[in-house]
């Protein structure tokens, strides 16, 4: 098996970095989009949520987003993505 060396990697890395966009798991993608557990994605959600007018819904959503953070701190990222995708959701 041949390894990826020079442009043919950095071509390789812009499509994996393209395919994160277009999946909404990366920063930048719009709210109620799927997160992933990363601190940056904590930090975007985090930002979104701040901008929430409906103040139960903004509640909720940043119970939910502690709830991620714990799951994030026990390496349980199945348990993060799920209430991070739930806070996510409050935000339509």
Known sequence: MKTLTG?????ALIA????ANAQGTAPGTAPG???D?????MTHANN???????????AAAMKEMDTAKEMMA???MA?????M???MGMMK
């Open 7 to 11: 442009l043919t990697a950095a071509a």
């Open 16 to 19: 994996a970095i393209g395919f």
């Open 74 to 76: 026990k390496k349980d």
């Open 37 to 41: 557990c990363s601190d940056a994605g």
């Open 48 to 58: 979104s949520m701040m901008k929430m007018t409906d103040t139960t819904k903004k």
């Open 79 to 83: 348990g993060c993505k799920t209430h």
């Open 85 to 87: 995708d739930k806070a």
């Open 33 to 35: 989009a799927m997160m």
